[in-house]
């Protein structure tokens, strides 16, 4: 059980690094490779003014008639994002592991906090399931991969909070949640989840398309 | 759990088309996957790509698209489900698809797709249904499988350089006709043909000079009122409009972007004044010279909105007395979206009429006529069918004039087909003008 | 152009009025624009003679005849002038104010042969369509005719026509192909779904077309024999003056190329490539090319000048001998001219297709702004701005430089010709 506490919190905590950013770096650099080659209108109109002029208004909660129209959506989806890049990020247990590894550490959430945060992303996941259940234009969309990766970025949350709380087998469900965690990171360059690395990009072409070329707003 | 990708559609099956008919009738499942896999691999890229797998399948879209709307919210008619039933099924099964899916996914990315971008501002990640449906349509060109009527304008296209079969001289009479009728109303006025180093160039569509010559009887009233050094050409290129683009002929859309622009240069214009209609912007604007490898129009190209607006602006046009029923304005896709006039029209409006109520949706929001992006070309057929996808049109239109508006001003050609034909459908009883049609009324004209 | 009688143009220098167009408003109501004879002798104009009653003034007089409809004034290279004239609703072309005999239902497009000689119209009657030289109809008629082209003397006469009934929205029929070429009013044995840019050959006895022969393939046809490689597009061809072989660019995966007789021609490729052209002595190519997505530059012999521009580069011209090329370029809204791939330093509104002295050295153009027109030698302007201006033309020795313009204050609306020390201008 220690070693392979050992392995997944140690060699396999690297492995996912890797082939996170070795991943979205792989991904982007033969993306903006082929796009040199075959879309050259990528290049052309591209424009770091309107393309970040879109990206504003659509990273702000909100910010554009859509967020508007459809605010319950609207809040869930940036609290859900929100949480899941915050909390792995200042949860003091991962924290910890920092300094223990390389002496590094930085300003943490109170542990009732995380706890409220886990509970909040769970149920976003849950909002999410419902969703693609219940709603015919999302249902229609959906298919088996799209329930794989709710369940990839569901289950380090559902497992650490398992884990915090003590509850029965929990040590085991520590080493899950390791692994867990470790799946969603390396998952995210090669499954949809890549939408979180390729967004700015769409988004700013669309973005520059419409404020350079055709002087209008895009959202 | 997942639903299946093709749901056919039965009440668009009852449509006879020839075109599609005979265009089906001619493939083979390898003749498909030869020539899919081909166009894929020489034409798209990292665009295809990366809009497939950025989608996270949330439907967002859905609300922006007329269709939807008006089907109920039927998610086969959703952008991101019209993308489903096409290119995802395409990429899947690499190709490996057979006639009657192409005949689906004809019908779907030609007559159920206005490719008016609207719902590029209700994606998140701004995925561009509009280019994924021009695809799909560049793939069922290169295959054979085009509605019989668009694909004959684009015949016309190639043959003759314009839309409606008009031959060269019956161009040149058509500018005389309509320049003697004009001269009735003001006998100083001119249509002057091919005068080089003439300020503009004023291009029109051919179903101006084939079905509305008065549109160019007017132009020339205006032009001649506000005093504007404008000519227009003796020779083909002289059309701005090109179906071309629509059904994914691209090597003609650029054949015809060319003849265009290289009359414009030979007439030694400052630059293009067109008509009032908003597919031929998109191509002359930022679709027909990407294809020639002119990153922008090589000589400007003005809308008439944006043209009318500087006449008033600077007083080159005045008015005699204003429009006085209650008006309304049709933002056009492909100038608002596509160029963002939308302020600019509504000066012109209000500095035409006494009163402007305006629609909701409005601006880059406003609804698509469901006509244009080349569907009202696809042919009579299809009518229905545009109508019933745009009830929300309809609805729009009907709660702006329970609010009082009697006209609808709409400055775009395919929108005007298409309200028509909503108008007409619902009993709805307003006027449609172009706003060429106000100024013509309101204006003071030289004697 | 070839301007065979240059020798014979009054190259006295020297400045002369030769009309005041100033006076033509107090003789005509309706006075269209004005244009000059190649040598400048004359200027003449649309005009009113009475209600529905139209002539060319020319100088200071109109010509005799009137006619209820004139359009389009052209002169020849021998300085005669045509219009295309109506009477009572018949066309015809009227040379030098007079008609020829043949009337039509509608004529149009008027092309000269080089020396000005051979003037040819496109024609319709009973909606018919066929070309008329020198008054003279084709005996065959056809139901629509395009691309109206001529040879180089003028002598022969090319054109695109339907060559079978076409039944109105027969897709089908029409991918079968229904178009040929018609020369002299000959038509070609195969039929093509499209043809568009026709050239002759530089002996007048071939002619090369841009065809489609299905939806998607392109190619070029030599007097109706196909290349045979298609392409996914094709633009207008050109025949070697040298050795009669045929070149034209073709797009091949997305970017375009030479081809020559079928078969590659330049090793590279471009992002455009258009209006190529061929030095006098054939032994040059040089075309307009895209080196990379909207940027624009002359290639010769497919090698492309380092200086490009963003928006568009038009009228190529290769000096006689066939060692220089200059062209129009145009960057963010304004225009230049450049010669062997260096951009003149001023920037215009407008600029004019430029023209080399007969001796290569030197370069001229017509330049606007702000709505006033002057002529340019190698980037250096005349002092003196014109209402109107015509191209400058060199005399045969390329000393002198003949300007043709109507003057602003204080010569208002006067047209002078005028020969000028081409050092006058250049210092
Ligand atoms: S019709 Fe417009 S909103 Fe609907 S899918 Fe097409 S581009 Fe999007
Ligand atoms: S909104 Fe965008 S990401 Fe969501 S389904 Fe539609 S296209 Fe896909
Ligand atoms: S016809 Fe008008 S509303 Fe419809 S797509 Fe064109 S511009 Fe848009």
């Known amino acids: 059980m220690h070693d392979i506490y050992n392995f997944v919190s140690g060699p396999l905590v690297w492995v996912s690094f890797i082939i996170f950013f070795g991943g979205s770096l792989y991904r982007l650099i033969s993306m903006a490779v082929l796009a040199r080659k075959k879309d050259v209108f990528v290049y052309e109109y591209m424009s770091l003014k309107f393309g970040l002029r879109s990206i504003l208004h659509w990273i702000i909660p909100f910010g554009t008639v859509k967020w508007r129209k459809n605010p319950l959506f609207t809040i869930v989806t940036f609290t859900f994002h929100i949480c899941i890049i915050f909390i792995p990020i200042f949860l003091s247990a991962h924290i910890i592991l920092w300094k223990e590894s390389w002496g590094i550490s930085w300003w943490y959430i109170s542990d009732t906090a995380a706890d409220v945060l886990a509970i909040v992303v769970i149920a976003s996941c849950i909002f999410f399931l419902v969703r693609r259940i219940v709603l015919p234009e999302v249902k229609y969309l959906t298919s088996i991969s799209d329930y794989v990766i709710l369940a990839i970025v569901a289950a380090p949350f559902i497992t650490g909070f398992w884990t915090y709380h003590q509850w029965p087998g929990f040590k085991v469900m520590g080493i899950i949640h390791i692994v867990a965690g470790e799946i969603m990171l390396a998952a995210i360059p090669f499954t949809r989840l890549i939408h979180m690395i390729f967004f700015p990009f769409t988004r700013g072409y669309m973005g520059s398309e419409f404020g350079a070329i055709r002087h209008a707003k895009d959202w | 759990m997942a639903e299946p990708a093709i749901k056919r559609n039965d009440e668009s099956y009852k449509i006879v088309d020839e075109g599609i008919d005979k265009g089906i009738a001619r493939l083979s499942p390898e003749k498909i996957e030869q020539v899919i896999n081909k166009v894929l691999a020489a034409e798209t890229g990292a665009r295809l790509k990366t809009y497939v797998e950025t989608c996270v399948h949330c439907g967002l879209c859905s609300e922006a698209c007329h269709y939807y709307l008006s089907h109920d919210n039927d998610p086969k008619f959703s952008p991101a489900g019209k993308v489903k039933q096409t290119i995802w099924e395409i990429l899947k099964r690499k190709g490996k698809v057979d006639p009657e899916f192409i005949r689906d996914a004809s019908r779907i990315a030609s007559t159920e797709c206005n490719l008016c971008r609207r719902c590029a501002m209700y994606c998140p990640f701004g995925i561009d249904i509009a280019y994924l449906m021009s695809v799909v349509r560049r793939l069922c060109h290169m295959l054979g499988v085009t509605q019989l009527y668009i694909q004959d304008t684009a015949h016309s296209h190639s043959a003759t350089l314009n839309q409606m079969w008009v031959k060269e001289d019956e161009w040149i009479d058509t500018l005389f006709w309509q320049e003697e009728e004009a001269q009735d109303e003001i006998s100083s006025l001119r249509i002057p043909i091919e005068k080089e180093g003439s300020e503009i160039f004023y291009s029109v569509i051919a179903p101006e000079p084939k079905f509305r010559a008065q549109l160019i009887y007017q132009a020339a009233v205006i032009m001649n009122a506000a005093g504007v050094d404008f000519t227009m050409p003796a020779t083909p290129g002289w059309d701005n409009s090109d179906q071309c683009m629509f059904t994914g002929d691209y090597e003609m859309m650029g054949r015809l972007k060319k003849a265009h622009f290289e009359t414009a240069m030979r007439l030694k214009v400052k630059r293009i004044v067109m008509g009032e209609c908003g597919h031929a912007f998109r191509s002359v604007y930022d679709v027909g010279n990407r294809w020639l490898a002119w990153k922008m129009p090589p000589i400007p190209v003005t809308h008439a909105v944006e043209f009318y607006y500087e006449l008033l602006k600077q007083g080159k046009i005045k008015i005699a007395k204003k429009y006085d029923k209650p008006v309304t304005f049709q933002d056009p896709c492909n100038i608002i979206r596509g160029k963002g006039l939308h302020e600019k029209a509504r000066y012109v409006v209000e500095a035409l009429c006494e009163e402007f109520i305006e629609m909701h949706p409005n601006r880059e929001h406003n609804y698509c006529c469901c006509a244009g992006g080349g569907v009202i070309n696809t042919g009579p057929q299809y009518k229905m069918k545009r109508i019933k996808g745009n009830r929300i049109k309809a609805e729009q239109l009907f709660a702006t004039k329970t609010r009082g508006a009697k006209v609808i001003i709409a400055p775009c050609h395919n929108c005007h087909g298409g309200i028509e034909d909503i108008l007409h459908h619902h009993g709805l009883d307003m006027e449609l003008h172009f706003l060429g049609d106000i100024i013509y009324k309101v204006m003071e004209k030289p004697v | ?427």
């Not at chain 3, 195969?190 to 050959?201: E, K, P, Q, R, Y």
């Not at chain 3, 990379?292 to 038009?314: C, E, H, M, Q």
């Not at chain 3, 000393?399 to 313009?405: A, H, Q, S, T």
Request: proline content about 5%; overall charge negative.
């Open chain 3, 1 to 427: 152009m070839a301007m065979h009688n240059l020798n014979t143009w009054d190259w006295e220098t020297g400045k002369k009025l030769v009309v005041d167009t100033t006076k033509w408003k107090d003789m005509f109501g309706w006075i269209e624009e004005p244009y000059a004879s190649p040598d400048g002798e004359r200027i003449a104009a649309v005009v009113k003679t009475g209600d529905m009653e139209f002539s060319v003034c020319e100088n200071d007089t109109p010509w005799q005849n009137t006619f209820d409809k004139i359009w389009y004034l052209k002169f020849g290279s021998d300085n005669r002038l045509t219009a295309l004239v109506s009477d009572m609703g018949a066309w015809t072309v009227a040379v030098d104010g007079v008609a020829w005999e043949n009337t039509f239902d509608f004529v149009w497009n008027t092309k000269f042969g080089a020396d000005g000689k051979n003037i040819t119209v496109a024609a319709q009657k009973d909606m018919e369509y066929f070309a008329v030289t020198n008054d003279i109809p084709w005996e065959t008629r056809f139901s629509d005719l395009s691309n109206l082209t001529i040879s180089h003397d003028g002598k022969r006469v090319a054109g695109v026509v339907p060559t079978v009934m076409i039944k109105q929205g027969d897709i089908f029929q029409f991918q079968e192909g229904c178009y040929s070429a018609v020369v002299d009013g000959k038509p070609w044995d195969a039929t093509f779904v499209n043809l568009w840019g026709l050239a002759f050959s530089h002996d007048s006895e071939h002619v090369a077309a841009e065809v489609r022969t299905s939806l998607y393939d392109y190619t070029i046809a030599v007097d109706g024999v196909l290349w045979d490689k298609v392409y996914t597009s094709v633009w207008m061809p050109q025949f070697s003056p040298a050795n009669g072989s045929v070149t034209a660019p073709v797009r091949i995966a997305g970017k375009w190329t030479l081809a020559q007789d079928g078969k590659p021609f330049w090793d590279r490729s471009f992002a455009q490539l258009w209006h190529h052209m061929y030095s006098p002595d054939g032994k040059k190519i040089a075309a307009v090319v895209a080196t990379k997505y909207g940027r624009w530059t002359i290639a010769v012999n497919g090698i492309p000048w380092s200086l490009t521009f963003g928006d568009l580069i038009t009228d190529a011209v290769f000096s006689p001998d066939g060692n220089r090329i200059a062209c129009i370029g145009k960057e963010d809204g304004k225009w230049t001219i450049a010669v062997d791939g260096r951009a003149w330093g001023e920037k215009y509104d407008m600029v004019w297709q430029p023209v080399f002295s007969p001796d290569n050295r030197k370069v001229a153009a017509k330049v606007e702004r702000n709505g006033h027109y002057t002529t340019v030698i190698d980037g250096k302007p005349l002092k003196k701005s014109y209402k109107a201006l015509w191209n400058p033309v060199f005399s045969p020795d390329s000393k002198k430089i003949l300007i043709k313009g109507i003057e602003g204050d204080p010569d208002d609306g006067k047209y002078f010709r005028q020969v000028l020390p081409v050092t006058d201008i250049t210092g």
